[in-house]
């Protein structure tokens, strides 16, 4: 998991082009949006975007999506989950 | 209708982003195309979007604004810009990402920074503008036509103070096509375009934003526009059919052939395109006119023209040429009645005319 968490920051801030932070900045409970990291909805769509692509991971329900979403653990035991679950 | 341009700002190859004037030095450099100088961003924008900003905003936001800053803060009436291919990396990011996906779910930035009137609009939403917003992308007639509309919203007096800029970028996907059509030289020194016999020139890039004013103080001395002028592939293309449509800009602004004193002529260091540019120089105008070129300092791109008139307007507001511009030897006066003429492969004419004198 905290492999998986590691990467996961390095992800975000590359796929959000997040300049000016590195993975040291925060940790896998800081919150993504509005404080914390400070993202907003088009960064929503991207990490979306992240989870599909990169980790196969599809989130069709906006409720499920806005869980998920709010920091980094809540995305890395998703993906775990889908992995347990699909195998 | 002529308009008084009272502030601009360029970011181009050379060092000319910091102050209003002709660099120091010129920065040569030996390649295939010239990559824009750019200042650092994060003193001018806001950093949260800057991160969002494809490299082309981030030069139309930074040149606009400081050109704003030149002007003491005025907010424009309107705003208009002129791009031959818009926001083209972000384009292709996003159509590479379409066929990359098979057309299903594709990232969102490069496609909502991807559209040509992307710059006009951030520039309207940075400064909560509200006004006439227009982008024209008519490959070399953009920067033109957004002059040309420009002069026509001052005449028809639905705007005072507009802001202008022409912009275009360079990517790696388009050097590497219109390479194929024969565009390019090898790598070479922009310096030393114009040596030699070739065919091909260097690819260039740049922003240039005008501030331009349908008003300007009595009593003093101010870089006019006086007139724009675009022709489509001429029948003949000869100097004499040239002459004509320089006549007929000329009649319109008031103005005599004998009264131009300077030309800055779009010659790129393509010997199959300079024919025209050299019948020019040599058999139209008078003995005293001095000739001057710049896409040495810019490379060739479809706005390209913008970078022309703010060299114009260095030129006529410094008075004095500085020698890296001059196409002939004359050393003599400052020049007053300065004519931009550029073609994009014999196509694409363009005719700007400046004045430096009272409104």
């Known amino acids: 998991m905290e492999d998986l968490i590691k990467q996961l920051k390095q992800d975000i801030i590359e796929a959000l082009s997040l300049e000016d932070v590195v993975a040291d900045d925060f940790d896998a409970d800081t919150p993504l949006f509005v404080e914390g990291l400070g993202l907003d909805s088009i960064d929503a769509l991207e990490l979306i975007l992240l989870m599909e692509r990169k980790y196969g991971v599809k989130i069709e329900d906006p409720k499920e999506r806005r869980n998920v979403l709010r920091n980094v653990r809540a995305m890395a035991e998703c993906i775990v989950n889908h992995r347990n679950t699909n195998g | 209708m002529k308009a008084a341009i009272i502030a601009s700002s360029v970011i181009s190859p050379q060092q000319t982003y910091n102050s209003d004037g002709f660099p120091p030095e010129l920065i040569e450099t030996i390649a295939d195309h010239l990559v824009c100088v750019e200042p650092d961003y994060r003193n001018l924008l806001n950093p949260i979007q800057l991160r969002r900003m494809p490299r082309i905003l981030k030069m139309g936001l930074a040149c606009s604004q400081t050109c704003i800053n030149r002007a003491d803060g005025i907010s424009p009436d309107a705003i208009i810009v002129g791009t031959g291919l818009g926001c083209l990396d972000n384009l292709e990011k996003f159509l590479l990402e379409v066929l990359i996906s098979n057309e299903h779910v594709t990232s969102v930035l490069p496609f909502i920074n991807s559209t040509h009137n992307a710059v006009a609009a951030h520039v309207a939403m940075l400064l909560k503008n509200h006004n006439y917003n227009i982008t024209y992308c008519h490959r070399c007639f953009s920067f033109e036509s957004a002059l040309q509309d420009a002069l026509l919203q001052m005449e028809e007096k639905k705007a005072k103070n507009i802001l202008v800029g022409g912009i275009d970028e360079c990517t790696n996907d388009f050097m590497k096509?219109?390479?194929?059509?024969?565009?390019?030289?090898?790598?070479?020194?922009?310096?030393?375009?114009?040596?030699?016999?070739?065919?091909?020139?260097?690819?260039?890039?740049?922003s240039a934003f005008f501030m331009l004013s349908g008003e300007a103080g009595e009593g003093e001395n101010r870089v006019l526009l006086d007139g724009v002028h675009t022709f489509f592939t001429p029948q003949k293309a000869d100097t004499a059919e040239i002459l004509e449509e320089i006549d007929w800009l000329l009649q319109k602004s008031g103005s005599r052939l004998d009264e131009i004193d300077g030309v800055m002529l779009g010659v790129n260091g393509d010997y199959r395109f300079t024919e025209l540019y050299d019948d020019l120089q040599k058999n139209c105008f008078s003995d005293n006119t001095e000739f001057l070129y710049y896409k040495h300092l810019c490379g060739e791109y479809?706005?390209?023209?913008?970078?022309?008139?703010?060299?114009?307007?260095?030129?006529?507001?410094n008075r004095h040429i500085p020698d890296a511009l001059r196409l002939n030897g004359k050393s003599g006066h400052a020049i007053n009645n300065l004519l931009i003429y550029n073609h994009f492969r014999n196509k694409e004419h363009s005719l700007i005319l400046l004045r430096y004198g009272q409104f």
């Open chain 2, 177 to 206: 096509l219109h390479g194929y059509l024969g565009y390019w030289k090898d790598p070479q020194s922009n310096l030393k375009l114009l040596s030699g016999k070739s065919s091909g020139t260097i690819a260039g890039e740049g």
């Open chain 2, 302 to 317: 479809y706005t390209s023209s913008a970078f022309a008139l703010w060299l114009g307007c260095v030129v006529l507001r």
